[in-house]
Nanobody, 120 residues
Framework: QVQLVESGGGLVQPGGSLRLSCAAS????????MGWYRQAPGKARDLVAI????????AYADSVDGRFTISRDNVKRMVYLQMNSLKPEDTAVYYC?????????????WGQGTQVTVSS
């Protein structure tokens, strides 16, 4: 079955950086769009970044564009999210997921997520 395991979260000061990783298994990773989503307390789970499988074309939420970078390694079946210039409003649980490029919606086989807390 589909399994997605996120890691790399933690507590970081404003302006700091983190790199999140997602290990994927149970499906043919090479052919799927992958996305990072986040959910803050009391809020909906929203798209952060998305990447196409072969071209590597990416798209970002306006709130993170220019600060975050999504990437993937199709051989290792990994997706990454490099987060720079972190702000307190980036605090959330971050999840990776297969996704639909056109709708930006997830194909929700959620893992446990990884907590990112940005605070001084």
């Amino acid at each position: 079955q589909v399994q997605l395991v996120e890691s790399g979260g933690g507590l970081v000061q404003p302006g700091g950086s983190l790199r999140l990783s997602c290990a994927a298994s149970g499906f043919d990773f090479r052919f799927y769009v992958m996305g990072w989503y986040r959910q803050a307390p009391g809020k909906a789970r929203d798209l952060v970044a998305i990447i196409r499988p072969l071209s590597g074309t990416t798209a970002y939420a306006d709130s993170v564009d220019g600060r975050f970078t999504i990437s993937r390694d199709n051989v290792k079946r990994m997706v990454y999210l490099q987060m720079n210039s972190l702000k307190p409003e980036d605090t959330a649980v971050y999840y990776c997921s297969r996704a639909n490029w056109d709708s930006r919606k997830p194909i929700p086989d959620w893992g446990q997520g990884t907590q990112v807390t940005v605070s001084s």
